[in-house]
């Protein structure tokens, strides 16, 4: 029995989501073992994402110990993955997609984000502060960091009003009992590659092992959407702190590819849908349209707000 030895998060999600890889790679006959650190991203908590100052303040710690040999795999949120990836590691595998969707959690089971009430809204997430501000400008977006057993206590704390998140992690960690309100992904749609985990590697891993982990956790299907998407995020050098979204869905042997641009404030919003059947080619067809409708422009802004 070959064992695995997989990089991860020390959050209680990452956790989650490293041992959903572990049960996968036991069923084809492997054993595996936790490697748990903390990054960048999970110490720094007084400062937003886009203040610290790196791409990959989630992954870059993995990627050290990926290319020391420390370990065999890293497992990330794929939409915590920048937009470039080093040369010297591969993507192999993305896990079955949950449900994409965005959710408002609050401790009033009747808060909806279409009350005229001003309420203070938690999100760490400068895509969701974004629509926040062009759907429902009647609310503050106030800074909400760690993980997310931290931000259920600030919400209960009175921090906030209400949260906004992903319903993969929600779901996953059993806060679902605190959801409000589900947000369809055609108003709020969803950050590059949101419900699903990636599984990164060394390019210099044994080719046959490469092999044989991308067929135990890799859903064709959801690969499908998520390169389509990366495309997108590739071509516009998106990230988890800049607003550019995108996602696609498998229709028959059709992907529809939907993503966009917001400015920070919510005033200029820019979005298309494309339907093809080569993910990458998808993407940067997408992107183009965005481009030669002002995308850069916007980003160009949100950059200087960001980092002045």
């Not at 977006?141 to 009175?158: I, Y």
């Not at 209400?162 to 319903?167: D, E, G, K, S, T």
Request: glycine share 8%.
């Amino acid at each position: 029995m070959q064992h695995i030895r997989i990089g991860t998060r020390n959050s209680a999600l990452a956790l989650w989501q490293a041992n959903h890889i572990g049960h996968l790679l036991e069923k084809a006959g492997f054993s595996y073992e936790l490697m748990a650190i903390s990054t960048k991203g999970d110490q720094v908590l007084d400062r937003s994402l886009s203040k610290i100052g790196s791409k990959g303040v989630f992954t870059e710690e993995l990627e050290t110990m990926l290319r020391q040999g420390e370990i065999d795999i890293a497992q990330h949120s794929a939409k915590d993955l920048p937009s470039h990836l080093p040369d010297d590691l591969a993507l192999i595998a993305y896990t079955e997609r949950e449900a994409a969707h965005d959710v408002v959690l609050s401790l009033d089971p009747n808060l909806r984000l279409d009350t005229p009430k001003k309420l203070k809204i938690g999100t760490s997430s400068t895509r969701r502060r974004a629509f926040l501000q062009h759907f429902y400008p009647q609310h503050e977006a106030v800074e909400m960091r760690g993980n997310l057993q931290t931000r259920l206590e600030k919400l209960k704390q009175g921090t906030c009003d209400a949260m906004l998140l992903a319903y993969a992690g929600v779901h996953r960690m059993d806060m679902s009992g605190y959801i409000t309100q589900h947000l369809d992904v055609s108003q709020f749609v969803p950050a590059v590659g949101q419900g699903s985990v990636a599984i990164q590697c060394a390019v210099n891993l044994d080719a046959s092992l490469k092999e044989q982990i991308r067929v135990a956790c890799n859903h064709e299907d959801t690969e499908k959407c998520l390169l389509a998407e990366r495309s997108l995020l590739y071509q516009l050098e998106g990230g988890c702190s800049v607003p550019v979204y995108g996602h696609a869905v498998l229709e028959g042997s059709s992907l529809h590819l939907t993503g966009g641009v917001l400015s920070l404030n919510g005033q200029q919003k820019i979005e298309f849908t494309q339907i093809g059947t080569h993910p990458q080619i998808l993407g940067e067809q997408l992107a183009g349209d965005l481009v030669n409708s002002g995308a850069r422009k916007i980003l160009q802004a949100i950059r200087a707000e960001l980092n002045p």
